[in-house]
């Protein structure tokens, strides 16, 4: 039953046409909601191959939906046939955002994992309590819970009420001490990133503390609420920046500031200097022409935990190309552009001594070979 009423509906589409993923009205979305009343949960998820919703519920007149599947569903309407699960996500990149833009109401079932900055936290306050968990009721959990929720990491429409209460953030305070090497019983829970961050600040536990206090400060003062996410927390690539994001926003703003990088490129030039990347030579000038004239990019060489407050002084920028920039921040510790330079040049010498190797034994094999 199930599968003739599919084809029919996709027979009714040029099968070659790509579906507009996320193009649906909220009139087709009342149909499905009524389609779904009608029919009742699970028998609705049965018949479009669709599981609970783990993330996202869609609230309607006091009812909650699985987002995901009405969204899917959907498009049986608007694009002549549904979508199928693994075709797009329940998240905030597809289902909930396509029933938000027609005027839906959103809820988060579960609130997003904690990011790097938020563990690290924690993960001071229980070094603080000698590497034990805290309590709910404890006034150092009462006010990081209000910090937490302070961040400006998690967008709203992800949060449900119960984000970073009191009790989950004594809950991650036993997951953290519960990972401690000299901890002797089970771990309560956690993940990866807790044991990172725990072990971080057992390897530097000076840099952790300070980047902690620069975090607080910065929330505290209002600083680190006016920079804009990195393009680097969009590829969720977090290993980057063990101080956290809210830090690295700080330092990528610090580097696009078009005024002091142009007082950089300015004193550069006037000391008769080029603008050539200080890592690997790169002239944007020289490859690109006059496209290229006078750009380069500003790498600021102090580690986040280091470059707090006051202002950036000249001599913390450096001159690096695009390429090089990218690969310093790829992952932490940053290198100095003298270091990546010397690993550039080391990975040249390794090149050629490799190249060499495989000529020589050839031409040593060809000078034995008798002349015929
Ligand atoms: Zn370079
Ligand atoms: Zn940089």
């Not at 084809?7 to 009139?27: C, F, H, N, Q, W």
């Not at 142009?262 to 603008?275: F, M, T």
């Not at 390429?323 to 790829?330: L, P, T």
Request: net charge positive.
């Amino acid at each position: 039953m199930r599968l003739s009423d599919a084809e029919g509906v996709v027979s009714t589409r040029p099968y070659d046409l790509p579906m507009r993923r996320g193009a649906i009205t909220r009139k087709s979305v009342l149909k499905v909601l009524a389609e779904h009343d009608e029919l009742g949960r699970e028998a609705f998820l049965t018949k479009y191959g669709f599981g609970e919703a783990r993330s996202y519920v869609l609230v309607h007149e006091g009812q909650e939906y699985d987002s995901k599947a009405v969204a899917g569903v959907a498009h049986k309407w608007d694009q002549g046939r549904a979508l199928t699960p693994d075709e797009f996500s329940g998240g905030k990149d597809h289902a909930a955002a396509w029933l938000k833009r027609v005027g839906f109401e959103v809820k988060a079932i579960k609130n997003p994992d904690w990011a790097r900055d938020e563990i690290i936290l924690a993960c001071h306050l229980v070094m603080q309590n000698g590497w034990k968990g805290l309590d709910a009721e404890d006034g150092r959990v009462v006010e990081l819970s209000a910090l937490l929720q302070l961040l400006p990491i998690h967008a709203e429409a992800d949060r449900n009420e119960k984000f970073r209460n009191s009790n989950g953030v004594a809950r991650k305070t036993f997951d953290i001490a519960t990972r401690h090497p000299e901890y002797r019983g089970k771990p309560t829970n956690g993940g990866v990133l807790d044991v990172a961050v725990l072990h971080e600040f057992l390897a530097r536990p000076q840099e952790m503390t300070e980047a902690a206090r620069l975090i607080r400060q910065g929330i505290t003062t209002g600083e680190l609420q006016s920079f804009a996410p990195t393009e680097d927390e969009e590829f969720g690539d977090d290993y980057s920046a063990p101080e956290g994001r809210l830090l690295m926003r700080r330092h990528r703003a610090r580097e696009r500031n078009k005024s002091l990088r142009k007082k950089k490129i300015a004193s550069v030039l006037q000391r008769g200097g080029q603008l050539a990347c200080e890592a690997c030579g790169f002239d944007f000038e020289k490859i690109y022409g006059d496209r290229g004239a006078g750009y380069i990019e500003c790498h600021h060489v102090l580690p986040l935990h280091v470059a707090g407050e006051g202002r950036t002084k000249l001599s913390d920028l450096a001159l690096i190309c695009a390429n090089c920039h990218r690969m310093i921040h790829r992952r932490a510790p940053w290198p100095t552009p003298a270091e990546l330079r010397a690993s550039i040049e080391q990975k040249h010498a390794d090149d050629r001594r490799a190249a060499a190797a495989l000529t020589r034994p050839r031409r040593a094999a060809d000078e034995q070979m008798p002349n015929p």
